[in-house]
């Protein structure tokens, strides 16, 4: 089993920055891929970025040139800087883990980005 608890959401002004944070515990030793994604109200949860054990890194069109996703391996931590927020970037933000091993996928709780004047 793994575990994942994001932090870092809030409130922010329009053409602000976040930085959300996904610590990762238990079985980490197979997890192939961890990424981010968003969910907003009335819509589907969609895929925003993500980063494998290579440290390769993809991300939706909408957040490119604003959003950057990064690995600590030391810390089992994912995080995803968000600079020049936008309204339509206000979602749930959760965080996932793919076990290669198990073919399992893990998700956080979640936490709220709202961005807003």
């Known amino acids: 089993q793994v575990q994942l608890v994001e932090s870092g959401g809030g409130l922010v002004q329009p053409g602000g920055s976040l930085r959300l944070s996904c610590a990762a515990s238990?079985?980490?030793?197979?997890?192939?891929?961890m990424g981010w994604y968003r969910q907003a109200p009335g819509k589907q949860r969609e895929w925003v970025a993500r980063?494998?054990?290579?440290?390769?890194?993809y991300y939706t069109d909408s957040v490119k040139g604003r959003f950057a996703i990064s690995r600590d391996n030391a810390k089992n931590t994912v995080y995803l800087q968000m600079n020049s927020l936008k309204p339509e970037d206000t979602a749930v933000y959760y965080c996932?883990?793919?076990?290669?091993?198990?073919?399992?996928?893990?998700w956080g709780q979640g936490t709220q980005v709202t961005v807003s004047s």
């Open positions: 238990g079985s980490i030793a197979s997890i192939y891929v």
């Open positions: 980063i494998f054990s290579g440290r390769g890194t």
């Open positions: 996932n883990a793919f076990d290669r091993s198990k073919n399992t996928n893990y």
